[in-house]
Structures are given as structure tokens and as C-alpha cells.
């Protein structure tokens, strides 16, 4: 019975496995091209045998550019002169590669031959039969260590630094390059190449001989320079990106770290394969360059380790990170302090530190994966891609692995790690997004519940975007209007009801009155019990008009509890315009937003005025002064004032239109005769203004004040003039 294929309900496994069969496709596919494209797909035909390559047969345009692979001739301890025949005493080296290890047979020194070390000096040579239908040979010519010369038919074609036979008489110098050489029909062409080497642990040829025409030798290197460049300028992009994170962020070190990292193997890709670096700076010596490309092969592991430290510091040890830093730093300082032949030989050792690193991020990685760290298995195929390309590289390196390659490995693997890590990224910000909307969301829900204790126009005024940036103390001041407004006898009406029923009038009644004051561009800044106190930044004909509406509600209102069988109820308010200090006030634990002004204990005070002239809205003269539209309302002065404390008298005007129709209608129709009737009383003609208000009552019964000021001109005709008169009503209470 077959048996169903698994399936994979974790959509990160999924992932991870898709991310390993890409990688795995992909570096095989590097493999493949690399090693096929590097020889143009030449038939194994054409290679050196005992020192020459017949490429007679050969077709560039179907064979492309051929390896000069094969059986060279090689001479130790000689500089082949340029014209002179080969001497009989070399010996057959396939392929030609790095002498180090060779076992020589030199009668004059050692019969029992020799095991060769890096040091010392040789020749390799090879004569090229070409083809007739060729006119110019083109040959790519790879690094020696750590000098050498190439020599066509007699002529010098070719030099980096300078060969000899000490240290003291050769230059060392690193410079793959291209030369192009005349073919002379039915003639040979004997190369000899001299290298020297007294500074690295790797003497002779490191790299393939390539022969092809010019156009195929030049495409080869272009490729090769454009893989480069491009290598080092995403690597070096996202190096820097990262640091734009870091200084955007800096909680988070693992950008930082990363951006180190970067920039160290982007560094690390122009100093190695066609040497750009050495290219864009020509007068660099030998031993700076050498050093700088060991610097950032030993900085490479110390660096991606802290950065996996700054990512998981719960799987990655700081003790284990800091003793790969001592690590690092000791190899360092050999290669700052010593001599080539010195610090080179140390590259073997500190490979073994960098295998041991690559083991324990792998290990660090998947104990991350298990433990289902936020990235840590997408990282994981990365890391497995990238430590792969740095275990061939050092394969290559010791001449374990020959397979011939365009270019170091390393790079490509840290720029196939950094996909992964833009998936990490992606999610990350991803993540961070839904986490910043989620918050931002809860903020909104906060801000609105704030809201209800404290207003967002007290926010705004005070130049705050949300309740977390309000401060002990902030505050501003302007000019605005306030209004207050009272229940009247509201506590004898509250003691017929139970503690549900106040409630539950209460919040009917200033239910109604909130909405009408954000309406006209004010907001409540407090509930005092059954008052209200309201600001209004904007025109002061904002509050009037809002007051306005209030008693139109409270009328509607009113004659629902009248159908109800219950009784009306009178609503006093009391408006003024004035400087004022908005900010907040209390202690750092608790602390709330408030007013500050004599304009604010004005018009709590013309509130209260309201129940004793009987009238719904009264306002001071300062208002009626800033009105913008005051003919859209109707008024009549009904007193001068004195508040207790304060020298200044204020003119009490009352708001007509807070009245019902039919109220408005009696006291408009009377607005002369209350007028000429104010007037009378306050020039100290009480026995006539009595009258006038007498005659007002007779035709408008409801008009309080008219009667306040009947009763007030009785009690002056009886108890005559008051020194001093001035016609102002002093309020001897706050």
C-alpha cells in the first residue's frame, strides 16, 4: 500500500526546505558553470604534453578558450634566460601549480631530493604550436607567489613585481593580467614564466593559464570583473543600509554588527580574484595589501559572531564570543608585528578557528531554529550555504579541492545569506508594522478613553499629540471663552430621587448638553456635579450659540417631564471672554487639566447671577464687545455689577433668545420702556422708574428683572438716595 507524502503543516519548514533546494540548485549550478565555462568546454585533447600543447586543430569559436593544463616543464632554482634553450635538468609538473611539497631531484644539492617549502625561486615553461587560422594569441595569466615574469619567444610580456634569486633582489607583488601575442605563421611558441617568492607560505603559480583569442580572454575577465563588482557593491549597499539602521535604531546592535560584516568581506572580494583594489590603487606595497586581505579573514569570524550574539543572545555565549575576539586579536597582531614568511604560515591554524566557528553558528543556529526563534530557520539555510562557500575556499586554498573556479566562493555565500536575511528583515519590519499598527490602534482606543476624562482640544492647545507627551506644568495662554451652567435647585431635586434616578438624570441632561458644546467648536473641560464648565477657543459667538441650543433642549426636555407628570426644571448660564492659562495642575502621580483666570471665576460668578435676575443666559459686556455677529442675537443690559474683591464693574447683559418665543417676543416688545425704566433708576429717579417697571409687569408679568428693580426702586424711595450712588449693583458674595 502506498503510503501518503507528509505534509508539512508548519509553513516555516516549508520554507526552509524550498530555501535549502534553492540553494542547493543554486551552488551547483555555480559549480557546474564555473568549471565548464572556465575551459570554453575544450576537448581533453588539448593539454600540455611534456612541455608543449599542439593547438593546431583548435577552432575558438567551437572549442572556446583552452587551459593550458597538463605536463609543464619545471625548474627549480633557475631563472630561464630569454633566449637561451631549455636545459636538460627539469622535471614534468602536472598541472602547473604551487611548488610547495614538490619532491625534487637536484644532484648538487641533495640526491636523495628535496621536499619544497614556499620560499625560493623557479621557472615554468611551455611552447604552444598555434593554429594558422590564428593571428593573435591571447593568454590570462593568474597570481604567483609572490613575483614573476612571463617571457614570449625571447621578449619580457609580462611582469608583477620583480623576480630574483634573494629576498632582498625581488619585489613581491600580486597582479593577474593579460597579455596578447603575435602568432608568425609555422612558428612556436615557447613561455617561460620566472617566479619568485621570499614573503609567503605559497610559492609559484596559483591559478590557471588560460589561452584563447583576445575577444575570449577579455569576455572571461569582464565576467569576472562584473561578477566582482558586483559582489562588492550589493555587499557593500547592504553594509551600509545596515548602518542606516543602526543610527535610526540604535537599541538594536545587530544592524551595526552586520554592517561591519558586510563591508569586511565586500573589502575582502576586491582584494582577492582579479585584485580591483590593487588595480584602483597601484602604489599600495605588497605588504599593506597582503595584510589588509589577512585582516579581513580574521576579523570575518569575530564579526558575524557578535552579530549572531547581538540576534540570539540567549542561544550565543558572550564568554565564547569574547575568546574568539582574544583569538582574532592575537593572530592580529602576528600579522601586524612579523614578517610575511612569519604570519602567512599562520593562515593553517587560524583556518582551524574559522572551521570551529563555522560549526558552532551552525550548532547556535539550529538550537535557535529549534527553539523557534523569530528568523532563525530561514538564517539557518543561509548560514549552511555560506559556511559551505567558506569550506570550499579553504579547500582551495590549501590545494585540497582543485576544482577550478572564476573567483572566490565566500562572497556569493554571504550575498545568498543576505537573501535569507531579507526575508528575516522583511519579516521582522513586518512584524514590527503589524506590532506599530496593533499599538497604534491601541493608542487610538487609549487616546479616546483619555478622551472622556481629558479632552483632545486641551491636547491640541497645548501643542500635544496624545496624553503619554503631557507634562507636570505644561501650559499656554490666550484669550478664550468659557461658559458654565447650572441646575438650579438641583439638590432639593435630587433628595426626591433615589442615587440610580440622579444618575441617571444627570447624564440624560448633560448628555444632551456635551454634544451641542463640540457642535459649536467648544469642549467640556470639567462636569462640577450638575454644572458644566465649557471652553470655547474659536469666536466667542460659539459659546452664545451653543447656550442658545442648550435652552432650546432643555425647553423640549422640559416638556417631556411635563407629559411625564414630573417637574420642569431651570437652567442658568453664565458666559464671559477673557485671558486665561490653560495647562495642567496636581502632582506627578495624579495630576489634571484646568483653567486658570479671573475670567473663569467671572463667569462662574454671572452663572450664579442667573437664579437671582431669574433670567436663562447672561453674559458680560466683555462678550457683547467680541460678538462678530451680534446681530443675529437679541440683548438688553439689565445691570452694573461690582463683584466682590474686584474694583472694576461689569455690564450684565441677558440673552433674549435663551427665552421661549413667546417670552422673547414680551421682552423685545418692552425693550424701550425697560431701557428708558433703567435709565430713571440709575440717574436716582426711583419713583419713576417704579412705575415704568410697573407698567412693564402689568404686560409681561414673567419679567424678572423688571420686578427685582420694582422692588429695589420701593426699598430706595423709602430709604432714600445711598451716598456715593452710582447706579451699580455691589455683589457682596463670591
Known sequence: MLSAPPVYRNSRIRIFILFLNLIFVFLSVVLLSSSCTKSGDAPQAFSVND?????TQWNPERDGAVPLKGEWKFFWNTLLPANEPLPEDGFILAPPTIWNGLQTVDPRENPEGQKLNGEGYASYAVTIRPPASVAILAIKIPDAGSSMTVIANGETVYTAGRVGTSEDSFTPYYRPGTVDLIVSPGKDIDLRFQVANFVDRHGGIQG?????????????????????MFLFGSILIIGFYHFGLYILRKQDSSPFWFG??????????????????QTAFPGLPWIVTNRLEFFTGYLSIPLFLTFLYSLYPQEVKLRVVQAFWLIAAAFLAVVSFTHPTFYTESLPYYEVVIVAGIALVVATMGLAARRRRPGAIQALGGILFLGGCVVLDLLRLEQIFTIELFTTLT????????????????????????TAEQLADEMKELNSAYSKFFPEEFLRLLARGNITEIGLGDHRSMEMTVLFSDIRSFTELSESMTPEQNFHFLNSLLGEAGPIIRKHDGFVDKYIGDSIMALFP???????????????????????????GLEPIDVGIGIHFGPMILGTIGENERMQGTVISDAVNLASRIEGLTRAYHSTILITGELLDRLEQRERFHFREIDIVRVKGKKNAVRLIEVLDGFSPAQRELHEKHADAFHRAIESFRSGDFTSAQAQFETILSDDPDDGVARIYSRRCQRLVEKGIPENWEGITELRYK
Not at 541 to 548: C, G, I, P, Q, S
Open 51 to 55: 612541455g608543449t600543447i599542439d593547438l
Open 208 to 228: 590557471e593559464v588560460l589561452v584563447g583569442t583576445p575577444a575570449q580572454i577579455d569576455a572571461v575577465v569582464r565576467r569576472n570583473i562584473v561578477y566582482e
Open 260 to 277: 561591519l560584516f558586510c563591508i569586511d568581506i565586500a573589502l575582502r572580494t576586491i582584494l582577492m580574484g582579479e585584485r580591483l583594489f
Open 411 to 434: 562572497p556569493l555565500g554571504l550575498f545568498v545569506f543576505i537573501l535569507s536575511k531579507s526575508y528575516i528583515i522583511s519579516e521582522r519590519f513586518s512584524r514590527a508594522y503589524r
Open 538 to 564: 474659536g469666536s466667542p459667538d460659539h459659546a452664545l450659540d451653543a447656550a442658545v441650543e442648550i435652552q432650546a433642549k432643555v425647553r423640549q426636555f422640559n416638556q417631556e417631564r411635563i407629559d411625564a
